[in-house]
């Protein structure tokens, strides 16, 4: 009782230094929780993220823990000072969480550790090294298309096509990042472990307390590493332990490919460029790279952090995007039509199209960027404020007093959620179909608002791969992969819903599909047949 009145009286003390309580807000139904239930349910998440736009507008007042409050925001002047402004004040909520999942990576580190390592991955993300890894990237989708040929040229057949797009970005990764094959993707193998185990990983982690991010940030200094092992191990929670045995395993795997690299580096040029990505991969030139960094060096330890981070990022949000597009395309066979037609025009004077045409396909672009718009891989963000900070509104608000509010004055370890998804939505924006799936839209100059309310996201006007020092580093190089793959799956095959099974998709951390009813599991089928080219191109 001595704790919780402490912990009462420390949110109270918040909140009179705060004017959140001045935002609209919806009801809350407990007090321990407050609205997380609603945030991080992958059931309600999507309703609960478009009820609070319709419905309250870009700044709102949720509850968190025990009564504390948290701000719910996609105002484009608060984000960018979240983002960038201001971001040495907002912590990322889920630190300690991707620290224990993936060591010390890009993800899980923060100051000169994270601008160290965001360094020493830059070179590897630039256009001249994405032009070289694009032959890459079409011997790992020559042979997905060789295995999904073989699977359906007896005729129209029933296809997981998220295990398929998992396998696919888990070996583009692999040998584009890593110089590691994972998976020769013949249609009689099977799925790799490190595939499933990233697959499942969200819906394992949405089934921890959703007060994880707050025990985890209490005790991230409590003991020793080995001590806080021993906790994890001693806790008797089936979902918990789910996640540290996937956790261990990717660690392993990619210590052991660390090894690998290291051997061949320590052999000379010659053994590197017999390997898988033949000396160009991400890693090769990062540990090359790592040897001359002088202070900025990397240690060990935050090399394999990077690969870990580095595979889950791009497998699951690339793999996820990718199965969405699919997805929306068998929705809508008139625009699959329309970019197959764009494709196979593209294709009749060379197989593999070049990097410059690739990119600059505008059907194609335009399918990308209108998918990830309104449906962007990580639909929110959350960060927490490590002190006091007051921050401007983008427009005054009338608070529920009736006082013109300008700024929100914000104490110190408040959290706050950043909705890509209704910043990418806001019909305010984005006009009266915001929420309509339409390519078109990007074929032609973008509404003015947009253009005005200088969204500080790093990808065209949206917000899906964040702003600031904490974007997302590889957005182009993933954008090149869903490229690639779609080129050669929509000039070869044709995509279409099965009619009894119903494909729902998580909102709660990274979108994931699954079938209704069943959303243990992700999966994603779709009917899939061979394209008559003859007839396409009549």
Not at 179 to 198: N, Q, R, V
Request: aromatic share 8%.
């Amino acid at each position: 009782m001595v704790t919780v009145g402490v912990l009462w009286g420390l949110s109270v003390r918040k909140r009179r230094k705060s004017n959140l309580w001045k935002l609209p807000a919806p009801k809350s139904t407990s007090w321990l929780k407050g609205h997380l239930k609603e945030l991080f349910d992958p059931t309600r998440a999507g309703e609960f993220h478009q009820m609070l736009m319709e419905q309250y507008g870009p700044n709102v007042r949720l509850g968190s823990k025990m009564g504390e409050h948290q701000l719910y925001t996609f105002d484009p002047k608060v984000m960018y000072h979240v983002l960038v402004k201001d971001a040495y004040v907002f912590e990322r909520l889920g630190l300690q969480g991707s620290q224990l999942l993936f060591g010390d990576g890009i993800t899980s580190v923060t100051g000169h550790h994270h601008r160290k390592q965001k360094k020493s991955l830059n070179p590897v993300f630039s256009i001249s090294h994405m032009r070289e890894m694009l032959p890459v990237f079409y011997e790992v989708v020559n042979k997905l298309q060789k295995a999904l040929i073989e699977k359906v040229e007896s005729g129209p057949q029933e296809v997981d096509m998220l295990a398929w797009m998992s396998r696919t970005a888990l070996e583009l990764i692999g040998q584009s990042g890593l110089g590691y094959s994972f998976d020769p993707l013949t249609s009689d193998a099977t799925e790799h472990t490190y595939s499933k185990t990233i697959k499942n990983l969200i819906p394992a982690l949405q089934r921890l307390p959703v007060l994880r991010f707050f025990i985890l940030r209490l005790t991230r200094n409590i003991g020793t590493p080995r001590f806080r092992r021993f906790l994890v191990d001693s806790i008797p929670l089936e979902s918990l332990q789910e996640v540290k045995k996937m956790s261990d395993y990717m660690w392993g795997l990619s210590e052991e490919i660390y090894e690998s690299k290291k051997q061949a580096l320590a052999a000379g040029d010659e053994v590197v460029t017999q390997q898988v990505g033949r000396g160009k991969d991400i890693m090769s030139i990062l540990m090359r790279g790592n040897m001359n960094a002088g202070d900025d060096r990397l240690d060990e330890k935050e090399v394999i952090a990077q690969m870990s981070t580095l595979i889950f990022a791009a497998m699951d949000t690339t793999s996820n995007a990718l199965s969405r597009i699919l997805n929306l395309l068998s929705v809508h066979p008139d625009v699959q039509d329309k970019l197959r037609k764009e494709l196979l025009e593209a294709r009749s004077t060379n197989e593999e199209l070049s990097y410059d045409t690739l990119v600059e396909l505008p059907y194609l672009d335009a399918i990308c960027r209108e998918t990830l718009r309104l449906y962007p891989p990580v639909p929110s963000v959350g960060r927490i404020t490590t002190r006091d900070i007051s921050i401007p509104l983008s427009q005054p608000i009338v608070g529920l007093d009736g006082s013109k509010i300008t700024e929100l004055a914000i104490s110190k370890d408040t959290p706050i959620v950043l909705s890509f998804i209704n910043s990418n939505r806001n019909p305010d924006l984005w006009g009266p179909d915001a929420l309509e799936w339409k390519p078109e839209r990007w074929l032609s100059p973008l509404p003015q608002a947009v253009i005005d309310a200088h969204l500080p996201g790093v990808y065209s006007h949206l917000m899906t791969f964040s702003a600031g020092t904490r974007s997302c580093i590889g957005f182009k190089f993933s954008q090149l992969e869903m490229k690639a793959v779609l080129s050669s799956l929509i000039s070869t095959f044709k995509f279409a819903l099965v009619k009894d099974k119903k494909i729902t998709w998580s909102q709660s951390g990274i979108a994931t599909p699954f079938v209704e009813g069943d959303t243990k599991h992700p999966r994603m089928p779709l009917i899939v047949s061979i394209v008559d080219q003859s007839k396409e191109s009549a």
